[in-house]
């Protein structure tokens, strides 16, 4: 089947005349479609309890743009909810937590994560890739251990997640004992997800930035590594790819290919990564920034003729956005964006 998706084989580090593509938020606030189906719901993450309307979220860009790939609608935060936090998306303030991790005995008294509490998630994987055309694949994801942790403990978005930083200073033990479960949780939930129909997995670690190099080995990527090593060693997923998308991570290219991810999704700020290094090492993903598609066509048209050129010859490459699309994007800059590429 997949075996004619370019995603699949441009993530196997082949080198395509016209690189797969697809987008980080592709469903979402930006699409009139999306908005539509939206106000039907309160609370987001009752919207993402409801598979059969997480199939048709996950649809909507498929059918606008024709997109190499489909993700699944839901949110990396069904996690921490899983675990009791009791996470709530508030208008205008994103997620906030009623319980989050406020002490040491928040994270023995852990319940133990049940993979079955999050049901409705593998049920929609289940709708969206029945109803996908058989070559165009779907992407299961889940967040990091360590953004996971981030909004756990901080119990909202921040921009610095200061308490969530002095928490694991002050907590280097049950911190490492909280992110040793979410990796667990994190594995369970993926493989649940592979066996419902995900064909490729995506790993979010958008917090990644606030750490330095140190702690960012040693609270993110070595979970993540834990992480990927257990996917790969278990036979439902062993042959699923693995993308990692961190969030300009204050690291070497090398720390990013050690995690043994099959390709790494770059941030629109990074650059100077060092894309002949990752050469056959790893597949690529990215990285137009966002913001350039709120410019003119001639702007956009000038930004993604650099960055096609900068990956022509890049063997696995897949065209993608530095992070996601955001709500005051127009369809029609996406559906602009779309064509150049695959007419460049
Ligand atoms: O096409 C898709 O990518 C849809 C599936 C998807 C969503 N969230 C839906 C969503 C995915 C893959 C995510 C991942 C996610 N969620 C991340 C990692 C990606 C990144 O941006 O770095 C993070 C950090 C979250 C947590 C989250 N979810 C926040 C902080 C917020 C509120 C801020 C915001 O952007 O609105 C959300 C809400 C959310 N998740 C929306 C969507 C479509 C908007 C909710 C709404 O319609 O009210």
């Known amino acids: 089947m997949s075996d004619e998706s370019i995603f699949l084989r441009a993530l196997r580090k082949e080198n395509l005349p016209i690189p797969p593509i697809w987008y980080m938020r592709q469903a979402g606030r930006y699409m009139p479609e999306y908005r539509a189906v939206r106000k039907n719901f309160k609370n987001f993450l009752d919207m993402c309890k409801n598979p059969e309307v997480c199939c048709e979220l996950a649809l909507q860009p498929i059918k606008a743009f024709k997109l190499d790939a489909a993700i699944l609608f839901s949110d990396i935060l069904t996690i921490p909810d899983a675990f009791g936090l009791g996470v709530k998306f508030v208008e205008n303030e994103g997620p906030v937590f009623q319980n989050p991790i406020e002490k040491v005995d928040d994270i023995k008294n852990l319940m133990p994560f049940d993979p079955e509490n999050l049901t409705y998630v593998y049920e929609a994987v289940t709708n969206i890739k029945n109803a996908l055309p058989s070559n165009i694949p779907l992407i299961g994801f889940c967040g990091s251990p360590w953004t996971l942790a981030a909004y756990s403990i901080e119990g909202r978005s921040s921009k610095d997640f200061k308490k969530t ?107 100077d990564f060092d894309i002949q290094f990752a050469r056959n090492k790893t597949a690529l993903q990215g990285n137009l920034n966002p913001k350039i598609l709120l410019e003119s066509r001639d702007v956009i048209k000038t930004e993604t003729h650099k960055l096609l050129e900068k990956f022509e010859d890049f063997p696995g490459y897949v065209f993608n956005l530095g992070h996601g699309l955001t709500p005051d994007i127009c369809p029609e800059k996406v559906k602009y964006l779309t064509e150049l590429v695959r007419e460049y």
């Open 165 to 271: 930083i002095n928490f694991i200073k002050e907590n280097i033990d049950e911190s490492h004992l909280f992110l040793s479960k979410l990796t667990d949780a994190c594995f369970l939930y993926l493989r649940k997800q592979v066996q419902a129909g995900a064909d490729v997995i995506q790993i979010f670690d958008s917090w990644a930035n606030i750490l330095d190099t140190e702690d960012l080995k040693n609270f993110s990527f070595d979970y993540i590594k834990l992480l990927i090593n257990a996917l790969k060693n278990d036979s439902v997923t062993s042959n699923i790819p693995i993308i990692l998308f961190a969030r300009d991570p204050k690291c070497s290219p090398g720390a990013l290919i050690e995690t043994s991810a099959d390709c790494l999704s770059l941030y629109w700020s990074m650059n």
